[in-house]
């Protein structure tokens, strides 16, 4: 297991020199500069002023010259500094280390990204064991339906809808942040119960999705593991269908969730973007939508190597995930 361990975590760091690569290219081949944001905050600046600028920022290089000075400082653990007014370092405004740690933005991406994998795989499970247990039932039929439509519907719609609903016209949730104004004033059971409630609807936005796809993939999975032949033979020895389902078919039938959890790790950060902007969480989408339209480099390159990281140590976790479920692997 260790030696496993150490290959993949050698094998990581290819991979993740490919990422950044290919990331540092891309946000380099997106229309504007850094110097001209700088530029429309003073319109008085000289043309002479904006070379200086980027000359300052190392901007006036080759690419490939400015990916390997941005190489060399990471292997350091030095993500630069970043281009905006206050000049400080990247993984500084990343760890946000002068917040409390529930008000970090790393942590509080991370926590919501958690909470909705953990909702996704409560729901889904059962829903889609259930779906397959009862193929083309009243009931397969309904969550058909429902599934399919939380494949169509865009999570930012969903996201403005739920606002208006529930925050708007009805005042029941809160729409925007991860606390009240009043909060430092309420007791300690309200403080809990006002977090909890800010957390609702965006957890639910970033679940609905995942939900669909875990749901009919638990369904197919089940689907395929119930027509085996062991299964028949459980069957066949009198065991209770209970017993059948979650004891011998489930083992087999997570194989292919555990690798769809790993996989829909990325997915999550990216939807992290839009869910924290819709209601104004300070996370790390919030930090990276704001990077990207300032054309902070330094930064996107943070958040993306970060992004990145988690990615891979997701699939990490999958393939340990199927270790453990799958004895065959272990043997290997």
């Known amino acids: 297991m260790i030696t496993y361990l150490f290959k993949r975590l050698l094998e990581m760091v290819p991979t993740l020199i490919g990422i950044t690569l290919?990331?540092?290219?891309?946000?380099?081949?997106?229309?504007g500069k850094p110097?001209?944001?700088?530029?429309?905050?003073?319109?008085?600046?000289?043309?002479?002023?904006?070379?200086?600028?980027?000359?300052?920022?190392?901007?006036?290089k080759p690419i490939m010259v400015q990916y390997g000075m941005w190489l060399k400082r990471v292997v350091k653990f030095d993500f630069g500094e970043s281009f905006s007014t206050d000049r400080r370092p990247v993984m500084?405004?990343?760890w946000d280390t002068k917040q409390p740690l529930l008000e970090r933005r790393l942590f509080i991406t991370?926590?919501?990204?958690?909470?909705?994998?953990?909702?996704?795989?409560?729901?889904?499970?059962?829903?889609?064991?259930?779906?397959?247990?009862?193929?083309?039932?009243?009931?397969?039929?309904?969550?058909?339906?429902?599934?399919?439509?939380?494949?169509?519907?865009?999570?930012?719609?969903?996201?403005?809808?739920?606002?208006m609903y529930f925050g708007i016209h009805h005042n029941w949730l809160p729409i925007s942040g991860l606390k009240s104004m009043n909060y430092e004033s309420l007791p300690l059971l309200e403080q809990i119960w006002d977090r909890g409630r800010h957390l609702i609807l965006p957890i639910f936005v970033s679940a609905?999705?995942?939900?669909?796809?875990?749901?009919?993939?638990?369904?197919?999975?089940?689907?395929?593991?119930?027509?085996?032949?062991?299964i028949t033979t459980a069957r066949a020895k009198g065991l209770p269908e209970r017993t059948v389902i979650y004891k011998h078919a489930l083992k087999n039938a997570l194989l292919p969730i555990i690798t769809l959890m790993g996989l829909s790790v990325p997915g999550l950060i990216g939807g992290s973007v839009i869910f924290e902007n819709i209601f104004g969480i300070?996370?790390?989408?919030?930090?990276?939508?704001?990077s990207v339209m300032t054309r902070d480099y330094p930064l996107v390159m943070g958040i993306l190597t970060v992004g990145a990281i988690l990615t891979l140590l997701g699939?990490?976790?999958?393939?340990?995930?199927?270790?453990?479920?799958?004895?065959?692997i272990r043997a290997k």
């Open 22 to 31: 290919i990331s540092f290219f891309i946000i380099h081949l997106a229309p």
């Open 35 to 60: 110097t001209d944001v700088l530029a429309e905050l003073n319109p008085k600046i000289t043309p002479e002023a904006r070379e200086k600028l980027e000359k300052y920022y190392g901007l006036d």
């Open 92 to 94: 500084e405004k990343i």
């Open 110 to 163: 991370f926590m919501l990204n958690l909470l909705s994998l953990f909702i996704i795989l409560i729901i889904a499970m059962p829903i889609g064991i259930a779906s397959a247990t009862h193929q083309y039932s009243l009931y397969d039929k309904i969550t058909t339906v429902f599934v399919f439509i939380g494949f169509a519907m865009p999570s930012f719609w969903l996201a403005l809808l739920l606002m």
């Open 208 to 230: 609905f999705t995942g939900l669909a796809a875990d749901s009919r993939f638990m369904r197919s999975s089940m689907l395929e593991v119930i027509r085996q032949d062991y």
């Open 282 to 290: 300070p996370g790390m989408g919030q930090l990276f939508y704001a």
């Open 315 to 328: 699939n990490l976790l999958a393939d340990l995930g199927y270790m453990i479920a799958d004895p065959r």
